[in-house]
């Protein structure tokens, strides 16, 4: 993918950073900065996954949320689909917002133990004013039936289902806005061996499915490595190698 010339560019992302202030003191003084993000530049193409992979810490998680404005970065631009994110405000960054979902790391705190599952996966609708009454009690019947629970279970609590069986909750609740791209934040990493290749599997059937652009944070190469053409790897901040799988499994420029 990453040699298609013609292939389109979905996001890109041009020397961003994130620095997050240290205050000292009882005047809470800044005395510095943590430079968690320090000038990631990187191209997603349209219906790929993209990897970007690194140990805890180096910053792949905050390069998600910038992306998704749900941090608002200290340098650097964003573009997706042609509009600069970062100087979207107000509605026009709402609209933008329906287009890109996350699917959180884990599926025990991202999702409300007060809500039921129909109020959880349709929340996006009611909050986009997309939706309403039976529309939604439908469209969630059937963003169950395509992460593969049944739709009976719409009206279930969180507490209620395994750990996979909620991860899929957020998959559902990830595509209610039917977005085209999808960032999977160490969507796995909190699950149990066993269910984490159901997982990847069921994202690799919507991403055909659905057309998804995706990028999939990991600290796991092996689960990168099954998922994604090209993988970005990240080192304290920034990306210190960006290649095809099969490069960089024969040539790891880097530990």
Do not use: W
């Amino acid at each position: 993918m990453s040699n298609n010339n013609n292939a389109e560019i979905l996001l890109k992302v041009d020397d961003l950073m994130m620095h997050f202030p240290i205050y000292r003191g009882v005047f809470q003084r800044q005395v510095g900065a943590v430079r968690a993000v320090d000038g990631v530049s990187f191209d997603v193409f349209r219906g790929e996954t993209l990897g970007l992979v690194g140990e805890s810490g180096c910053g792949k998680s905050t390069t998600g949320r910038a992306i998704l404005q749900l941090y608002k970065p200290t340098a650097g631009n964003i573009h997706f689909e042609g509009a600069d994110l970062i100087k979207l405000r107000g509605e026009e960054l709402r609209r933008m917002r329906r287009k890109m979902q996350m699917i959180f790391q884990d599926p025990y705190a991202s999702l409300n133990p007060r809500m039921t599952v129909e109020q959880i996966v349709g929340e996006p609708l009611v909050v986009h004013s997309v939706a309403t009454g039976k529309e939604i009690q439908d469209r969630v019947k059937h963003l169950l039936e395509i992460v593969g629970l049944n739709p009976s279970f719409a009206s279930r609590y969180p507490h209620e289902f395994s750990g996979g069986q909620r991860q899929r909750i957020g998959v559902a609740r990830a595509l209610a806005l039917q977005p085209s791209f999808i960032i999977c934040d160490e969507p796995i990493s909190a699950l149990d061996v066993s269910i984490q290749a159901q997982v990847v599997n069921l994202l690799e059937e919507l991403q055909e499915q659905f057309n998804l652009t995706y990028l999939f944070i990991a600290h796991d190469l092996s689960m990168v490595r099954h998922i994604s053409k090209r993988v970005a790897v990240m080192y304290l901040g920034v990306i210190v190698e960006l290649t095809t799988r099969d490069e960089l499994y024969l040539n790891p420029l880097h530990p």
